[in-house]
């Protein structure tokens, strides 16, 4: 048998069980609404019989046969993933409380989505994750490991392992989709808070989102503010536009925040990457809040609990000064996986080795 389906077999025996357990209700229920819409077919007396059976088997059989017994749900499943609109996985992770926590990445980047997902297990909102994959691999990855956390949002790009490299046009394609993700997001009507997948949550930012703002960002400035700094849009720097971080955003969907994404597409397109600014999404996003400022309501949020990775990880001064009142940890002002994940590690943030049990992937 091929690898990759004896793998996809496991994958499918890992779901069933998952989909079987107590410990994952919100599996549990996608999963039988699934099985229900496919019986119905068939009777309706025999409706309730068939679901208990269906349960039943689903939880006895893969412990009593070998996954070989299988082939054709494996299939279907892998289909079932691949189909899966936006709106189906917004409606599984957002529709209790509305808002859903997304972030988008390529196979490189899952040992830090792992990372950023133990964290925020521990804040107690993994459910409302939503991963945007931009490929395939990490598409079925998560949905083996977290059924119904993953969404993949056609075209895929063309090589999903060119984006990893800081600064390449294919970098620069892979974060130049993020504004879409969000607008079409905001515009199923949920709230979206966008995370980098190289941050940590050292406590919960929703108590920070205060108000009935548009839109809230963090200063990607290395620069020490006062504790009460203005929540206003920042003068502009030295190159005409300010340092807003396009790693973390919350949006709210209202008119000023589908604005707001609208003229970051557009200047996206207006700018495109070129060799001479190897430049990100992030620019285009701070020309856009620059073009948007007077029609859309911006909150800029506290330094001290949402600092740039060039001040957390390079005043120690300030880190100790200001000690218990950090909330999200940026692991930028630095280029390169494995300088990265040194970091992290050097600083007790790097916790996948020792606590992945914690997270919703569990090992990978
Ligand atoms: C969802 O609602 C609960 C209860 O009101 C609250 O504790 C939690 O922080 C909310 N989550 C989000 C993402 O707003
Ligand atoms: C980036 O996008 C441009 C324009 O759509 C395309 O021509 C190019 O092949 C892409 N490059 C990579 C590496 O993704
Ligand atoms: C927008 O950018 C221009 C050019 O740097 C600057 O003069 C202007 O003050 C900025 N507007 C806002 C609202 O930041
Ligand atoms: C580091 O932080 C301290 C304490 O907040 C501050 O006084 C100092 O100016 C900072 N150093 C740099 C290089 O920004």
């Known amino acids: ?60 059989i893969p412990w009593i046969f070998p996954t070989e017994f299988f082939p054709f749900s494996f299939s279907s499943s892998l289909s079932r993933w691949r189909d899966y609109t936006l709106s189906q996985a917004a409606e599984f992770v957002g529709g209790k ?18 990372n950023w997902l133990i964290s925020i297990s521990r804040q107690k909102h993994q459910d409302e994750v939503l991963v945007i994959a931009e490929d395939y691999a990490t598409l079925y990855k998560i949905n083996q490991k977290w059924p119904g956390h993953a969404v993949l949002i056609p075209p895929v790009p063309p090589d999903a392992q060119a984006a990893h490299k800081f600064g390449s046009l294919g970098f620069f394609n892979f974060t130049s989709r993020r504004p ?19 941050m940590v949550w ?25 504790l009460n700094h203005p929540h206003s849009l920042p003068q502009p720097g030295k190159k005409g536009r300010t340092y807003i971080c396009s790693c973390m955003i919350f949006l709210r969907p209202t008119n000023g925040a589908k604005a707001l994404l609208r003229k970051w597409i557009e200047e996206l397109q207006l700018q495109p990457w070129s060799k001479k600014s190897r430049s990100n999404d992030q620019p285009a996003f701070n020309w856009a809040l620059n073009k948007t400022s007077d029609q859309v309501d911006m909150y800029l949020l506290p330094q001290v609990a949402f600092p740039s990775g060039g001040l957390y990880f390079k005043n120690e001064t300030w880190v100790k000064e200001t000690e218990g009142k950090h909330v999200i940890i940026h692991n930028n002002y630095i280029t390169g996986f494995e300088k990265k994940i040194k970091r992290f590690r050097d600083s007790g943030l790097w916790l996948v080795e020792d606590y992945a049990r914690e997270g919703p992937l569990g090992k990978l």
């Open 97 to 114: 409380n509305g808002t859903i926590i997304v972030c988008a990445v390529s196979q490189p980047y899952l040992p830090f989505l792992q």
């Open 202 to 226: 050292l406590a919960d930012p929703f108590p920070y989102l205060q108000g009935h703002h548009d839109v809230y960002f963090t200063d990607d400035m290395a620069a020490v503010k006062p």
């Open 1 to 60: 048998m091929p690898a990759f389906l004896y793998q996809r077999q496991q994958q499918q025996q890992q779901k069933t069980l998952l989909g079987a357990s107590p410990l994952s209700p919100r599996a549990v229920s996608f999963t039988s609404r699934f099985h229900q819409r496919t019986v119905s077919l068939f009777s309706r007396s025999g409706l309730l019989i068939l679901l208990s059976l269906i349960v039943v088997l689903g939880v006895l």
């Open 180 to 198: 879409r993700h969000l607008l079409n997001i905001l515009e199923l009507g949920y709230n979206v808070l966008y995370n980098d997948v190289d």
